[in-house]
């Protein structure tokens, strides 16, 4: 059972951060419409933008990095091939560990919402792969664009 959807009545402007993904013809599938996994890629893709290019955090060489525990991705309407994504990302909770993304994917310069979602991601030391708190700049970095939605 979800436990909020507040995410899927998000519009546009309730999305503090973007990252433009230009639409590729391998993304599309026989039906020729965006494969169904690529959402999910999308959404990966604008959360480790903002954590590593936006927060330059190199989670690469780092003792605590994110697990992704849980996802859901809602589609309101396909994209049309050949169109930039532009996938929006706003936190919707942060607790000790874990955070909540919510995100919202839209044509380029379309106010219509074509897929909403979120991510729970859970902070983990590498090595034992058991959760710990999140770091306090990687913290700080995420306030700057948590929203007051109920979660």
């Known amino acids: 059972m979800v436990e909020t959807e507040s995410y899927a009545s998000a519009q546009r402007q309730d999305f503090k951060y973007f990252h433009t993904i230009g639409l590729r013809w391998n993304d599309l599938d026989a039906y020729r419409h ?31 990095v994110p697990f992704t525990v849980e996802n ?48 729970i991601d859970v902070f983990v030391e590498r090595s034992s792969e058991t959760p710990c708190p999140i770091p306090t700049e990687i913290r700080d970095h995420l306030l700057k664009i948590i929203t007051n939605v109920a979660s």
Do not use: Q, W
Request: hydrophobic share 40%; charged share 20%.
């Open 34 to 64: 965006v494969n169904n996994a690529r959402y999910y890629a999308f959404y990966d893709t604008v959360i480790m933008h903002y954590l590593t290019i936006e927060g330059g955090f190199d989670l690469l060489d780092v003792p605590i």
């Open 72 to 119: 859901l991705c809602r589609f309101h309407k396909s994209f049309r091939y050949p169109t930039d994504v532009e996938c929006g990302l706003r936190v919707a909770r942060i607790g000790t560990s874990s955070v909540r993304y919510e995100l919202g994917l839209f044509a380029r310069g379309e106010s219509e919402i074509v897929a909403s979602g979120y991510f």
